[in-house]
């Protein structure tokens, strides 16, 4: 009797509430144990707090153009990283491009991590050829690099922004099925699966209640560790011609523009440069601790 009260308290929302609060410092108190992880959750954060105070951070317009003070060096008339070939303040165009950043990044991972977590539980749960299937067009994506298969894309849905975005994030989805569809194959014979199906659930409810959760967490920790790659190629993008459009302060454009002028004015492809490195390399930094913190095989 005093067991099955016990579990009866232990099932409870408050009781629920609780054990998820534990997990969640438990992970805290293993993220914060790497420096590096540290350093790019911060810089993560500061570019959050960038994009989201773009405004009030920008020193000038970043579409007002000034052309006789045109390519001035930085420092230069209050103009802290200097003007491009327009006139232009970069320190207010690099901050304004981080909004960008960051939508291409949460746009591509809320569009592509859903679609492979879809493809790749339904394959390693299903199996036969619905298996064969999905893991064969899978696989028809990831024989191509993501950067050519995306400008593939944008060719045909034409140069922009949103385009880009729907681009990157068609390419993006084939490793995330592949993780999922490996985590579902471990699971799929499990006990508690077993009786899940003997109670009465369906295929539907089995992979939303019990199959998809178990995947949710090595599929973030991708998700994490791909960013990096979203943002260069985003950057890529728009190096070309094909992301964002002008006047739009996207990084990758700024270097664009800037590679005429790189070996006289080398400050106008140089700081966007530098913005993209650091970004980048603070999402990789982020999802190695990430991955320490949710990755059983890392604890």
Known sequence: MRGWRA???????????DAALGRLYRG?????????????????????AVAAFAPWIAT??????????????????????????????IFSRIVYGARITLLIVVLVAAIAAPIGLVVGTAAGYLGGWVDSA???????FLAFPSLILALAFVAA?????ENAIIAIALTSWPPYARLARAETLTIRGSDYIAAARMQGAGTLRILLRH??????????????????????????????GL?????????????????RYVLDQWWV????????????????????????VMDPRKR
């Open 211 to 240: 199959v998809m959760p178990l995947c949710v967490a090595s599929v973030i920790v991708r998700v994490t560790l791909d960013m990096a790659g979203i943002i260069l190629t985003a950057a890529g993008l728009g190096f070309l």
């Open 60 to 89: 000038h317009d970043p579409y007002e153009q000034n052309l006789p003070q045109r390519l001035l060096p930085p420092g230069s008339a209050g103009h802290w990283l200097g003007t491009d070939e327009f006139g232009r303040d």
């Open 7 to 17: 579990r009866l308290l232990s099932d409870t929302p408050a009781s629920r509430r």
């Open 134 to 140: 999905l893991m064969r067009i899978t696989d028809v």
């Open 243 to 259: 992301g964002a459009q002008p006047p739009a302060a996207e990084w990758g454009a700024m270097i664009s523009a800037g590679r």
């Open 157 to 161: 849905l034409g140069p922009g922004i």
């Open 28 to 48: 805290w108190l293993a993220f914060r144990q790497n420096r590096l992880a540290l350093l790019g959750l911060a810089i993560v954060l500061l570019l959050v």
């Open 269 to 292: 492809a140089t700081f966007p440069g530098i913005a993209i490195i650091l970004v980048s390399l603070a999402f990789n930094l982020l999802g190695d601790g990430v991955r320490d």
